[in-house]
Every structure is written in C-alpha cells, then in structure tokens.
C-alpha cells in the first residue's frame, strides 16, 4: 500500500474517532450532535468506526477483535460522561454501541472484503 494511500485510510478512521469522543466529553453537545436522535448517532458512529477499524488496521484479522475494541470504548465513554456535568453513562448506549458495532463488522464481513479482495494492498502486500 502506498504511503499516502495508508495515511488516508488510517485517518479516516482516527480523525472521526476524535471528533467523537470530543463530542462525547462535551458537557452540552450542539450542532449536528444535539440535532440527531441519541440512537441513530450512536448507532451510526459506531457502525462507521467498526467499518473504518477493520479497513485501517484489521485488514486480515478477525472482526471480533474489533468489536472487542469498539465496544471498550464505548464503555469507556459512558464511564467517563459520568464525571461531566449535564451527562451521565448509560447502559442503553452501550447496547446501541454494540448494535452499531456489530452492523459495521458484519457490512466489513460481507461487502468490504469483497471489494477489497481483489486489491493487493488491502490483503497486507505492497507496503
């Protein structure tokens, strides 16, 4: 895999897990935060960041080691928002964490590997 290539592809899974967690540690979230349903934005980030985790670094490992990871964060999230004021930890979220988490790795599973079989540097070579 290229460089730049390599670069993109990582990035796209650290920058939006950044943004996410300032989001999450934020005491009154606003913007597109506040205006999405707490489901549907936990749901959907975490469905992303399982999908993007797997493409970034788990290329040919299993997806539950994935899962592992995104749902410890998760967790940790929700730990930590019970230090913040105006927000708390909620098992519901880390339930819906883990539906996320387990549409983006099954997606990965089915349709990423897929597309991705047939390009060398997503099966480890051309580094």
């Not at 990423?112 to 390009?119: C, K, R």
Request: proline letters at 3%.
């Amino acid at each position: 895999m290229t460089f730049l290539r390599n670069a993109f592809v990582k990035a796209a899974f650290w920058i939006p897990l950044g943004l996410c967690t300032a989001v999450a540690f934020t005491a009154n979230p606003t913007g597109i935060a506040a205006e999405l349903s707490g489901m549907i934005a936990h749901a959907g980030a975490f469905t992303y960041l399982a999908l993007a985790l797997c493409v970034a670094h788990f290329r040919t490992g299993p997806v539950a080691a994935v899962a592992v990871w995104m749902l410890a964060f998760g967790v940790a999230i929700e730990v930590g928002q019970t230090f913040i004021p105006g927000r708390g930890g909620d098992l519901l979220d880390v339930a819906i964490d883990g539906a996320g988490i387990l549409v983006g790795c099954l997606a990965y599973r089915f349709f990423g590997l897929q597309v991705l079989v047939g390009d060398r540097a997503f099966r480890g070579g051309g580094d």
